[in-house]
Every structure is written in structure tokens, then in C-alpha cells.
């Protein structure tokens, strides 16, 4: 039988892994920061993510957004974005 902890762990890890999630933290358009572990940890916590409309990821100590999730727009944006960054790329 699989922990609520181990399920939120499954769901998460095929995108980002043990050794990378500490270097990055999660940004909500409602301007919340979680940090992956304590998303896995926390019920709560995972729930309130998930109520978000616009999701971002970044890495710790950057003003670079890796990826934005919308859950309104039809795909995702990724690619570098951020205030120093030249180079963008988006997927739809």
C-alpha cells in the first residue's frame, strides 16, 4: 500500500528529480513559494499548489523561470524567461 507521501512523491519525481528538486522552488501567480519537499511532505501544501491557475518553476536564488504552467491556456510555456535572460522559447 502506497503512502500519501509516496504518492505525491510518484506524481512529482518523473519531473523532477531527488538531486534536483533542492535547487529549485516552485512560484504560484498568487505570489506562493513551496519548495518541492515540502509539497511532497505536506498535504496541504500539495493541495494549495494545485489550486493555483499559473504555476512556476525556478531555480534557487534566480530570477529565472524555467517553466510556467497555465491551466488555462491549451499547453504549457517553457524555456528561460527572467529579467537577465536573452534567450526565451515557448511551447504550446
Known amino acids: 500500500m502506497v503512502t500519501e507521501h509516496e504518492l505525491r512523491s510518484e506524481i512529482l519525481r518523473p519531473y523532477i528529480s531527488e538531486k534536483t528538486a533542492p535547487r529549485l522552488h516552485i512560484m504560484t501567480g498568487t505570489g506562493g513559494q513551496y519548495d518541492f519537499d515540502d ?48 534567450y526565451s522559447k515557448e511551447t504550446k
Do not use: A, R, W
Open 39 to 86: 509539497v511532497i511532505q505536506n498535504e496541504n501544501t500539495f493541495l494549495s499548489l494545485l489550486s493555483n491557475q499559473i504555476i512556476s518553476i525556478k531555480p534557487s536564488g534566480y530570477n529565472i523561470t524555467i517553466t510556467t504552467i497555465d491551466k488555462n491556456s491549451s499547453g504549457y510555456e517553457g524555456g528561460i524567461s527572467g529579467k537577465n535572460s536573452d
